[in-house]
Every structure is written in C-alpha cells, then in structure tokens.
T-cell receptor
Framework: KQEVTQIPAALSVPEGENLVLNCSFTDSAIYNLQWFRQDPGKGLTSLLLIQSSQREQTSGRLNASLDKSSGRSTLYIAASQPGDSATYLC????????????FGQGTRLTINP | GAGVSQTPSNKVTEKGKYVELRCDPI?????LYWYRQSLGQGPEFLIY????????DSGLPNDRFFAVRPEGSVSTLKIQRTERGDSAVYLC????????????FGPGTRLTVL
C-alpha cells in the first residue's frame, strides 16, 4: 500500500527566504508525482507534475525534484512571498492504479511579511 | 476556458437524508475523479470515470455511495442515508485522457451532516 508523508506539517518563515518542502512515499513503483497548492476553503491547484522518468521540473520560483529510488520529492520555493501562504500537497500516482492519486497530509506554509 | 465546477458549494443535511453532488468537468476531458477530504487531511480517492463508465470505484466507502456520468461529461455523486461521518469536502477533478495527465480540481462541495 502506498503511503505518502509530508514533513513538516506546518512551516512559518519570513518573506524573502528560500524554503524546501518534503514529501516521501513508500512504494517506488510510481507513474508520476504532483505538487498541489490549496488555499483555505478552495480546491487544489496543480503546481508541477514530474513523470517517473524525470528528475525535476521548474515553474517560475518553484522547483520540484524527484528521487524515485529513495522515495523522496522536494518542492523548492525561491524568494518566498506572502502570497505563497497556503497548504502544499504532494500526490503520487502508482503504476498499478495510476488514476488514484495518493495524497500526503500537506504542509501548511505561512510567509510572514 | 472554464475550469471544473461543482454545485452546490455548501450542503447541509440531516442524518438519514439523501444528497446529490454535481461536478461539471473541463470540456473535452474524458477522465473524471471524485475525492473526499476531511479536515486537516489530504484528499482520498473515491471513484474514477473514463467516459461514461466507472473504471475504478474501489474508493467508495460503502454501498450508500454511488456516482454516475451518463453522457460522459457531468457527473453526480449520490449519497443515501447520510451519516455524520460523511461530513467532508467532496472534490471533483478531471484530466484530458487519464492517469498520465494533470488532474484539475474543482472548488469542492462542503457537506455537513447534522
């Protein structure tokens, strides 16, 4: 059974800092991994999708890496801004049953002005 | 174009009642997914449609839950004899073809069972 863990559960940093969010998964037989952002009371917004054959993806100030063999992914946010405050979720699509995204519990990020 | 929409945004019902939650996916997306999210948790998979058929309903918790997608577009999640434990945010997502594509999520329906 695939389990996804995100540490820390909450993180508070001052504006302008670079930061890293962590995601680990137990089964390395994955199809892809996605990072999402969720604002309070809202749905999920896809940030980055990394296919299993890729090592990283970049979008603006965001960079996501994937190390399938160790079961880890990181989301790097450069030059954080108050508008980055949200809950960040990672989700894994397994090779068997790839349509079922398995989510971590999320990291609640607060950027202080 | 328009994203995934869900109605209602909030639904309050009494224990034992029947509810229907609607999802309108992105036009042209053949794959549709329902998830359930409890407070402080990540979403949990319920059911996946490819076209009109339920390709994987293994996440439905019991037979009180049922979902349809009769014309391969709009989907309805139906919950019979609601229980307080059904209270959660129900999220719908769609993707262009299936698992290899990004899933785009709607804003969710917050269901409260009193």
């Amino acid at each position: 059974k695939q389990e996804v863990t995100q540490i820390p559960a909450a993180l508070s940093v001052p504006e302008g800092e670079n930061l890293v969010l962590n995601c680990s998964f137990t089964d390395s037989a994955i199809y892809n991994l996605q990072w999402f952002r969720q604002d309070p009371g809202k749905g999920l917004t896809s940030l980055l999708l990394i296919q299993s054959s890729q090592r990283e993806q970049t979008s603006g100030r965001l960079n996501a890496s994937l190390d399938k063999s160790s079961g880890r992914s990181t989301l790097y946010i450069a030059a954080s801004q108050p508008g980055d405050s949200a809950t960040y979720l990672c989700a894994v699509a397994r090779i068997q049953g790839a349509q079922k995204l398995v989510f971590g519990q999320g990291t609640r990020l607060t950027i202080n002005p | 174009g328009a994203g995934v929409s869900q109605t209602p945004s909030n639904k309050v019902t009494e224990k034992g009642k029947y509810v229907e939650l609607r999802c309108d996916p992105i036009s042209g997306h053949t794959a549709l997914y329902w998830y359930r999210q409890s407070l402080g948790q990540g979403p949990e998979f319920l059911i996946y449609f490819q076209g009109t058929g339920a390709a994987d309903d293994s996440g439905l918790p019991n037979d009180r839950f049922f979902a349809v997608r009769p014309e391969g577009s709009v989907s309805t999640l139906k919950i019979q004899r609601t229980e307080r434990g059904d209270s959660a945010v129900y999220l719908c997502a769609s993707s262009l073809r299936g698992a290899m594509d990004t899933q785009y999520f709607g804003p969710g329906t917050r269901l409260t069972v009193l």
